[in-house]
């Protein structure tokens, strides 16, 4: 009875295998992820079949974003419209839209429906701590509304001060509406809510999971970190709510992030980008022109915010990553905590540094996710003998998002260089076309430089055979971490 019983799941599990794996040969995925499917399958027979069902299913993305995506389309073209004025004076795009602008500009008009401004001021902000007095005060000034979401909110101490000051704004009228990811944020619990939704904060989870059913959303997360306030002031960047960004995890020490605070006609995108979340979350459609206020002169600065997720059409944050490394001329500063790049990144990194631009990485010492951290170095030797330099930061953990192309691009905002930001995860960045900024970027850049040490090749053939093992397995699995 028991034989009996075990061949009968013997074959079932095998036909199941045998079934699924032919459905992911019919999904045409991209031959990396598809091989690593399969190999899950076959090593991992039953802990394979789980996973492909609960997060690795293609075809359950359109019908889950479908209703966001038609919304998405509705909120941009009005913001398009209102801004289309500004695209029409092409003697200041003759003049000013040249060099590795004329690539990423356009390319993230079209692929994310993203307006170019020039009527902004930013402001970088390094680290947690003047990161989160700058949030406090923007929110203490609050006249009308504050729109928050963000990937991790923690019941921390710089928590509950970011929730008594949103309770304290909801106090005197300000309507104040927070989203937070599900899975990111799965430790907040009633005693942190309770008081915020009594005060009348509106404040929802971003795809809650639940089981058996959480398959589909459990993969597809928002990352943002997307604080916008009266319409005028935005935030976004690295850095979530939780008392690690200020140093306090004995474990990661120090913490090194970077964020930017703006003000200006781009946070119309960054407000527009929230309310097609909230909108997906509640069903609530928000359209009255008070949460697109007219703004007052700000400065000079070109920016661009663009969104990328799986309700996308196009990858564009990847794709503008992507062109600015290919355009390059002279240098590729890159930060990220996660180096799991695909094979175009790979292939543009490692062809600017082999054409003579001066291309350089920084990567933490030591890891707050093991099999990432194994993952990401598995790239080191392809991309160190290709005359990329790599960094090892060693003041702390590491965990800005930034690039510094040329003399006139920084990219700054939530989306690493990996396979996850890419593809799967909701993503936020700003892209600054300005010297001044670049000139700023350049000079933390040069400070981390100083706290990093640089890896060679010959140290990275060298390294224990333990470490090759890790990296080899991690690698094997990157495409679906």
């Known amino acids: ?17 045998i079934s699924i794996s032919v459905m992911i040969l019919m999904e045409n995925r991209s031959p990396s992820r598809t091989v690593a499917w399969l190999l899950v399958l076959i090593l991992l027979p039953v802990i394979g079949i789980f996973l492909y069902l609960y997060i690795g299913q293609n075809h359950k993305k359109k019908r889950t974003f479908i209703k966001k995506s038609q919304q998405d389309y509705r909120i941009l073209s009005q913001l398009l419209k209102e801004q289309a004025s500004f695209t029409k004076n092409s003697d200041f795009f003759l003049e000013n839209i040249t060099g590795i602008k004329s690539k990423v500009i356009p390319l993230l008009m079209k692929n994310t429906n993203s307006p170019i401004t020039v009527n902004n001021e930013s402001k970088i902000l390094q680290n947690g701590k003047i990161t989160y007095e700058a949030m406090l005060e923007s929110i203490s000034l609050a006249e009308d509304h504050i729109h928050m979401e963000y990937f991790i909110i923690k019941d921390s101490g710089i928590g509950r001060r970011i929730r008594d000051a949103l309770i304290e704004a909801a106090n005197r009228g300000v309507k104040v509406r927070v989203l937070y990811d599900a899975v990111g944020s799965w430790r907040l619990n009633n005693e942190f809510l309770t008081p915020l939704k009594e005060a009348g904060v509106r404040i929802e989870a971003f795809l809650p999971v639940s089981i058996p059913l959480f398959g589909h959303r459990l993969n597809y997360r928002n990352h943002r970190k997307n604080l916008i306030v009266d319409g005028t002031t935005g935030f976004l960047g690295g850095i979530n709510i939780g008392d690690e960004y200020l140093g306090m995890d004995k474990k990661l020490g120090f913490w090194r992030d970077t964020h930017l605070q703006i003000k200006g006609e781009v946070v119309y995108v960054m407000q527009a980008i929230f309310l097609m979340d909230w909108f997906f979350v509640t069903g609530e459609v928000i359209d009255d022109p008070i949460y697109f206020p007219r703004q007052g002169y700000c400065g000079t600065q070109m920016i661009q915010v663009a969104s990328s997720g799986p309700d996308s059409q196009w990858e564009a944050i990847h794709q503008a990553y992507f062109t600015a490394i290919a355009a390059a001329k ?11 790049p695909d094979e175009s990144i790979l292939i543009a990194l490692k062809t600017a540094a082999l054409r003579g631009v001066d291309v350089r990485i920084i990567v933490p010492s030591h890891p707050d996710h093991r099999t990432v951290f194994w993952a990401s170095r598995s790239h080191f030797r392809e991309l160190l003998q290709a005359g990329v330099k790599i960094y090892e930061y060693k003041k702390g953990f590491i965990h800005g998002k930034v690039m510094l192309v040329d003399d006139d691009f920084v990219s700054i905002g939530t989306a690493n260089v990996d396979i996850r930001s890419f593809h799967l995860n909701f993503e936020i960045n700003a892209f600054i076309y300005d010297k001044e900024t670049s000139e700023k970027m350049m000079f933390y850049f040069i400070d981390d430089f100083r706290h990093s040490r640089e ?7 060298h390294r224990p055979y333990m470490e090759r093992i890790k990296e080899s397995v991690a690698r094997l699995f990157s495409p679906i971490l």
Do not use: D, Q, R
């Open 1 to 17: 009875m028991c034989l009996s019983l075990l061949n009968g799941f013997t074959i079932f599990f095998t036909i199941l295998t």
């Open 330 to 340: 002279n240098k590729v500063y890159i930060t990220t905590p996660y180096l799991i």
């Open 455 to 461: 890896i060679t090749l010959e140290e990275y053939h």
